[in-house]
């Protein structure tokens, strides 16, 4: 938000009764200021304080060039001792108050301006001089009571009207304010600071379609205005135009390229068109910028890996969040995007231990216990792998994938009571899940219930599930309860999805025999030894039964 100056405009007022020598000083002083010779002009000055430090005319003479020279702090001391000599005199008081201000002393420059106003309460200009103050000092109702009192007059003049408003806007009274800033810009079209505070207005309100129509008025005004253009590029993303946000960001960057937010932008812009490589470039060309305490470094190699990572360049996008996770160990976008791509590369310890890090109350908890337990389960430590999955469903009861891998685990630890528990659960809750069904039916096979176990294989192919083993484990099944043909049935589905499956062969050639289709079941006897010889054994016990 702008919020005005403090009217940077000294007044030199020259007392009526200078002395002989202070008056040809001056005279030399002000004809070297009007020849150029500013530094000079200061000697001059210089030599005739020295001589009689007590003329205030020549201390604000002396501060009105350090001021012009832009030495402020130098002026500030000048018109410091101006106050001295001269305290009644509202000009000297309005004059210090202008320098501190150069200098961002708002809360000395404010009581400087107070006095002023106390010796003549007429003077607008310095009643809104100390309204900005206020304003830079975030006193917005301070500012506004200083506004109120002021003299009847011009109520309609542009700078207190601009700094009443931006005290409302300050206040988080937008539509107070928005009404003055329109009202400033009927007068004066061309008031950028109103239409930049518009702008800023409409973003907070998120009114995109205002923010367009304003950034546009003022970036006719300015063609390089990057409030403008940072405005248009917000409402470009906000609206999913994001070949327009590209655009309007490239220029920020390309006029302000030491800005790293233009390029920070840019990235994000050009990562949303699956551009990855420019986003990439754009994502470094920030990192450059970006000074080493910027908050926002950590985010930025952030989205840098995630480019990267869309690139597969695996290693790169490793590098860069070990990077990121130096300058913040605990972020949990970081630990889970840095885990994800070490199981990528195959560095499972690695994950595991990033997993293990994620803070408690971050959002991505919930995904990393159940990858934590998933790894677990991958190389047999089904303890923790437990631990992991209850933990998930502490925090969703409903979580059924993870109470699924919960009964594998529980399944793989030989207990098969409380593995039955979390499958029949899961089961309860999706009536179809083949994945419980499944879980099912190898724990009925376990504990030799082949009734159930076939019914639930059944089930399995009711589902539409077309798995080889399914249907082999069907047909033996039903080998088992004397239903012959459907075994043969089965045992020619699981062929149909596995053509080389000799085990599904042997056992055809036996359904077939037990049928009485003798040429049939040597047929399926002699593809089932061509595939694997070591069946033979199983023949010949097959044949003595």
């Excluded at 961002?104 to 106003?117: I, P």
């Excluded at 099912?440 to 019914?455: K, P, T, V």
């Excluded at 025999?513 to 030894?529: I, M």
Aim: charge should be negative; include cysteine; hydrophobic fraction near 45%.
């Amino acid at each position: 938000m702008t919020k005005g100056n403090e009217k940077g405009v000294l007044k030199l007022n020259l007392a009526e009764n200078q002395k002989g020598s202070g008056r040809k000083s001056l005279a030399r002083a002000v004809s070297l200021h009007l020849d150029g010779e500013p530094e000079q002009a200061l000697r001059e000055l210089s030599e005739a304080v020295a001589k009689d430090a007590g003329q205030a005319h020549l201390h604000s003479a002396i501060g009105h060039i350090q001021f012009e020279l832009g030495r402020f702090a130098e002026a500030a001391s000048s018109y410091a001792r101006v106050v001295e000599l001269d305290a009644k005199n509202p000009s000297s008081h309005f004059n210090l108050a202008v320098a501190l201000g150069k200098l961002e002393r708002w809360e000395d420059a404010a009581a400087s301006f107070s006095r002023s106003l106390e010796l003549d309460p007429g003077r607008s200009e310095a009643r809104l001089a100390l309204a900005t103050c206020m304003l830079h000092l975030d006193r917005s109702d301070g500012a506004l009571e200083v506004l109120d009192k002021q003299p009847a007059g011009n109520p309609q003049d542009p700078p207190a009207l601009f700094s009443k408003a931006v005290a409302l806007q300050m206040l988080g009274k937008l539509d107070e304010a928005a009404v003055i800033y329109l009202q400033i810009l009927q007068a004066q079209p061309g008031a950028e600071d109103s239409l930049s505070n518009l702008i800023a207005i409409n973003l907070e309100r998120r009114d995109f379609l205002a923010v367009r129509k304003y950034a546009e008025k003022l970036l006719a005004l300015r063609p390089d205005s990057a409030p403008a253009l940072e405005a248009l590029a917000a409402s470009a993303f906000s609206s999913g135009e994001h070949e327009a946000a590209a655009k309007y960001c490239a220029a920020l960057a390309k006029a302000s390229p030491d800005r790293y937010q233009n390029w920070f932008n840019l990235g994000i812009a050009q990562q949303k068109l699956g551009r990855h490589k420019e986003s990439v470039e754009a994502y470094k060309q920030a990192v450059k910028s970006a000074p080493e305490g910027a908050p926002e470094r950590t985010q930025i190699y952030l989205n840098l890996g995630l480019a990267l990572q869309e690139m597969n360049e695996l290693a790169a996008a490793r590098d860069v969040y070990d990077k990121a996770l130096k300058m913040d160990s605990s972020s949990a976008a970081v630990l889970w995007n840095l885990a994800l791509v070490l199981e990528q590369l195959g560095d499972r310890q690695g994950a595991e231990e990033l997993y293990e890090r994620m803070p408690a109350d971050a959002a991505e908890v919930q995904d990393a216990l159940f990858r934590l337990g998933y790894l677990r389960l991958e190389r047999e430590d089904t303890a923790g792998a437990i631990e992991a999955f209850q933990s998930c469903l502490k925090k969703d009861p409903e979580w059924h994938e993870a109470r699924l891998n919960l009964g594998i685990a529980y399944w793989r630890l030989k207990d098969a009571q409380s593995a039955r528990q979390a499958f029949e659960a899961v089961l309860k809750a999706k009536p179809e899940s083949v994945e419980a069904i499944r879980g099912l039916a190898a724990l009925a096979l376990e504990r030799e219930d082949f009734a159930q176990a076939f019914d639930l294989h059944f089930q399995l192919i009711s589902l539409g599930e077309r798995n080889p083993e399914v249907f082999y484990n069907a047909g033996l099944l039903a080998q088992k309860k004397g239903k012959t043909e459907d075994a043969v049935r089965f045992y020619e589905e699981a062929l149909a999805e596995k053509p080389v499956f000799p085990e599904a062969l042997l056992n055809l050639g036996h359904a077939h025999k037990a049928l009485g289709k003798e040429e049939e079941a040597r047929a399926c006897w002699r593809k089932a030894l061509e595939s694997k010889p070591e069946l033979a054994e199983s023949y010949f016990e097959a044949a003595m039964k």
